[in-house]
């Protein structure tokens, strides 16, 4: 039988995940929204899509929850996004309601699937989803895949070399004080340094945690979403394809890095079980502190919104 994946909000990044997800075959997809009308047709053109691919999966859309029963895996995008002059932490209040309501719906239609987080912002939105009463390893945040892709994207940009041989880790929350390990990054195998200059690297690294306000401030009515809905779509496929790929994404610490009850963005190896195993790197002492800084700020949201 094909998987079958839930996304919960057909906004700019849900229905992009679910094209993305649909045209890579990867099950069959329910989308969800609020707005009566926009599910429906957003899953009626996707699934009109398929043919071009031959990939028949099945794609639905509606506004009510029983469609996502027996779902191996819920994707909850809903939520406002920012605009500019607006910080993720802005959308708190108001995207805590949102997830709160939503991931109840989740855990009495779905109790089973693994959810994936994705609203702003994140780290918090990940403690507010895992309060409706899911297994903390099944509960995992997106923001780290697409931190990641976009510091590599700009390190292949200035050394003028593939993105394919770029790897990259951000670690810590999905704010501007997000940590992009340049001690980890490599291109063919070798360190930064080895293509960039200091300056170069310093400017990647700024323009890494600023990287979703650029967007907006270009978009001006909304927040990035075709690099969002790849992130996510990377984590669908290792969870369902039990791939146990290492991806950098918000899980439960108990005790790694030194914390304990806290979601924040460390490396994991994802599979069918969801977080599998949480991968601890060393860190500079500059690094763990920076590290410890993100916790505390994510404990300030979560306790702002009464978890
Ligand atoms: O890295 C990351 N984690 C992120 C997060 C990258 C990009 C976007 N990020 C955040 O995801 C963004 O800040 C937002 O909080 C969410 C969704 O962003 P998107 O760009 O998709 O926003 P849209 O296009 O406004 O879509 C949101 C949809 C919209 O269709 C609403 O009608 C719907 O959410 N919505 C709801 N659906 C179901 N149930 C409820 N209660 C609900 N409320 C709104």
Avoid at 114 to 130: E, G, K, R
Avoid at 150 to 161: C, D, K, L, P, S
């Amino acid at each position: 039988m094909r998987p079958k994946i839930s996304i919960i909000g057909a906004g700019n990044v849900g229905a992009t995940t679910a094209h993305l997800a649909a045209l890579k075959g990867l099950g069959d997809i329910v989308l969800v929204d609020v707005v009566d009308g926009v599910p429906q047709g957003k899953g009626l053109d996707i699934l009109e899509s398929l043919p071009v691919e031959r990939k028949s999966v099945r794609v639905l859309g509606g506004t009510s929850y029983d469609s996502i029963a027996h779902s191996d895996l819920v994707v909850i995008t809903a939520g406002l996004a920012r605009k500019p002059g607006m910080s993720r932490d802005d959308l708190l209040v108001k995207n805590a309601e949102i997830v709160s309501e939503v991931s109840k719906h989740v855990r009495q239609y779905a109790p089973e699937a693994i959810v994936i987080v994705v609203s702003n912002p994140l780290d918090a939105m990940v403690h507010v989803a895992a309060a409706a009463g899911f297994p903390s390893r099944k509960v995992i945040g997106m923001a780290g895949v697409l931190d990641s892709i976009r510091f590599a994207t700009f390190i292949a940009e200035a050394a003028g070399v593939s993105v394919d041989n770029v790897q990259t880790l951000v670690l810590g929350g999905h704010g501007d004080q997000m940590i992009p390990l340049t001690s980890c990054a490599r291109i063919a195998g070798l360190p930064l340094e080895t293509f960039l200059t200091k300056e170069q690297i310093e400017t990647i690294v700024e323009r890494t945690k600023n990287g979703g306000i650029e967007i907006v401030n270009y978009l001006k009515t909304g927040s990035a979403y075709y690099a969002p809905a790849a992130s996510v779509v990377e984590m669908i496929e290792a969870i369902l394809h039990d791939k146990k790929k290492i991806l950098p994404c918000a899980c439960w610490l108990e005790g790694e890095y030194g914390f304990s009850g806290v979601f924040i963005g460390v490396p994991a190896v994802l599979g069918r079980k969801g977080v599998e195993k949480i991968v601890e790197i060393s860190l500079s002492n500059q690094e763990r502190e920076a590290f410890a800084k993100n916790v505390g700020h994510v404990r300030e949201l979560v306790s702002k919104v009464g978890l």
